[in-house]
């Protein structure tokens, strides 16, 4: 996925001059989508899918893995071949979650879905992804089918690490194919991979803190840490680096509004695209969080126009409202007003 290619002429295209600069090396974004909030439907569930196309999220997965038994693996897989025949999913984009490749109803979700299920599928989600060969065998599969049948839409790939091999390899999955389109934060069999101690998926524990120094001049304090921190800010690397969506994964209390959003809010202040819901209550959360505020916007539109000025005038950085905006603001100025374009489309 990331190209090399030669800088000097695409310079010249730049809106305001300086905001592509990149290394010599330049990355290619994925297929441009809407990613805030993933909802997932168990495959099961045929009469929720329905529902689940008309909410808010901006991605649909009906799940073929993890929410269904292996006793319900053929009649999930028929629901979601129907679904992807008949309901109307409007704009959003629409994924199916398949079998991991550690499982023999991998191929056949690719097979059966590619061949009976027409081109309505936007994304396989590959779970458990732990090295680069397992996207490079998911890409020659389903290249071929795609190929038999004649598809003309290719499918993307969202890939989920969840493992400690993956998050060791998570920069070769990264940029293992050109179908990559997202990396996502499988929090809750990622620890059971490292064994670490949970007690709500993709929530905090409280014991995971420091307790202020005891020979400080404060009285002393625990602060609790987010143990999700190394593993949420490696995605997110390694996803922008290869111009992928970094996503984050579930958080199972869905009796807790406040601490979903508390989760949201972390992973967008890290880089994150947005998160998964495991409930439509948790939909419109993530959605609120992961779209730029009115204010985030204007200040941006701010930023861009303070920056042409300053070009203009032929200077690298001037001040705004008393703090300094440069070159460097411009990208991170643009991401702001072009996902909020994004949205209002
Ligand atoms: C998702 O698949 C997870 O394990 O969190
Ligand atoms: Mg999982």
New binding site residues.
């Given amino acids: 996925r990331v190209a090399q290619s030669l800088r000097s002429g695409s310079r010249v295209a730049a809106p305001i001059a300086g905001a592509l600069r990149n290394s010599f090396t330049v990355v290619q974004e994925a297929t441009p989508r809407l990613n805030r909030c993933e909802l997932y439907v168990p495959g099961t569930q045929a009469k929720i899918i329905p529902k689940a196309a008309k909410s808010a999220a901006d991605v649909v997965v009906m799940d073929l893995?993890?929410s269904v038994a292996i006793g319900e693996k053929e009649v999930a897989r028929k629901n979601v071949i129907q679904a992807l025949k008949e309901v109307d999913f409007g704009n959003k984009t629409v994924a199916v979650r398949i079998n991991g490749l550690y499982s023999h109803h991998m191929y056949r979700d690719v097979v059966d879905i590619i061949e009976q299920a027409g081109e309505r599928c936007d994304v396989f989600i590959i779970?458990m992804v732990g090295v680069d060969k397992d996207v490079y065998m998911a890409d020659a599969l389903v290249s071929q089918v795609e190929t038999a049948v004649g598809r003309k839409k290719k499918l993307g790939f969202g890939l989920?690490i969840?493992a400690t091999m993956g998050m060791m390899n998570v920069h070769e999955i990264a940029a293992a194919s050109k179908r990559n389109e997202s990396l996502?934060?499988?929090?809750?069999?990622?620890s059971a991979s490292t064994k670490s101690r949970t007690t709500n998926?993709?929530g905090p524990n409280k014991l995971y803190g420091v307790l202020t120094d005891k020979d400080g001049d404060k009285p002393r304090d625990f602060v609790w840490g987010d143990p999700w921190h190394y593993a949420m800010s490696r995605i997110v690397v390694a996803a922008r680096a290869n111009g992928l969506r970094p996503v984050d994964?579930?958080f199972g209390d869905i009796a807790d509004p406040d601490g979903y959003r508390a989760q949201c809010n972390r992973g967008a202040a890290l880089g994150m695209e947005g998160k998964w819901a495991i409930h439509p209550s948790q939909v419109a959360i993530a959605n609120e969080v992961f779209s730029p505020g009115e204010a985030e916007v204007t200040q941006a539109r701010r930023v861009l126009e303070a920056m042409e000025k300053a070009q203009r005038e032929g200077l690298g950085a001037v001040s705004l409202d008393g703090k300094l905006v440069d070159i460097a603001s411009i990208k991170q100025a643009e991401a702001i007003v072009k996902k909020a374009e994004a949205i209002a489309a």
């Avoid at 996502?184 to 990622?190: M, R």
Wanted: charged share 25%; glycine share 18%.
């Fill in positions: 893995e993890d779970p989920i969840e996502h934060f499988g929090v809750a069999d990622y998926i993709g994964g579930p």
